[in-house]
């Protein structure tokens, strides 16, 4: 299977919850109309503050994050006002590398909420490298 050509994934960095309720002078929002990159599948990380909270992934990262934050009923909606996301504009966004990519960071962010956890074979310190830990600190 090929990698993620990542020439084809558009990177969101820390934008507001705000931008799902910004509308233009005829009711729509800016986001949906300004922003089409964000209508494509990708992976998702929802902040409060500085802090991570969740990584999801999604087929329509607009959808997804739109109902994050404006649906009182979604289990996320209290606890976000940042996200960050990786959309993946190519027509064959390949989803199984879009797991991946999500399992990898979910396993990198040991804070996330996430209920699943990747398997990936954990490898432990060696116990001679254990051994001046004492020492150093």
């Given at each position: 299977?090929?990698?993620?050509?990542?020439?084809?994934?558009?990177?969101?960095?820390?934008?507001?919850?705000?931008?799902?309720?910004?509308?233009?002078?005829?009711?729509?929002?800016?986001?949906?109309?300004?922003?089409?990159?964000?209508?494509?599948?990708?992976?998702?990380?929802?902040?409060?503050?500085?802090?991570?909270?969740?990584?999801?992934?999604a087929q329509n990262l607009f959808s997804r994050l739109h109902d994050h934050a404006n649906k009182i009923a979604d289990r996320y909606y209290p606890?976000?006002?940042?996200?960050?996301?990786?959309?993946?504009?190519?027509?064959?966004?390949?989803?199984?590398?879009?797991?991946?990519?999500?399992?990898?960071?979910?396993?990198?962010?040991?804070?996330?909420?996430?209920?699943?956890?990747?398997?990936?074979?954990?490898?432990?310190?060696?116990?001679?490298?254990?051994?001046?830990?004492?020492?150093?600190?």
């Amino acid at each position: 299977m090929p990698a993620l050509d990542l020439s084809d994934c558009k990177f969101f960095r820390m934008w507001p919850r705000k931008v799902f309720r910004t509308k233009d002078s005829k009711k729509r929002l800016l986001i949906k109309t300004n922003v089409p990159d964000l209508k494509h599948p990708g992976v998702y990380v929802l902040y409060r503050g500085d802090e991570l909270y969740y990584i999801g992934r999604a087929q329509n990262l607009f959808s997804r994050l739109h109902d994050h934050a404006n649906k009182i009923a979604d289990r996320y909606y209290p606890h976000w006002n940042y996200f960050s996301a990786f959309a993946v504009t190519s027509a064959n966004g390949n989803q199984q590398k879009i797991a991946e990519l999500e399992a990898i960071l979910i396993a990198a962010m040991p804070r996330a909420t996430n209920k699943s956890t990747p398997r990936f074979k954990k490898v432990r310190i060696p116990k001679a490298l254990l051994v001046d830990q004492d020492q150093e600190q």
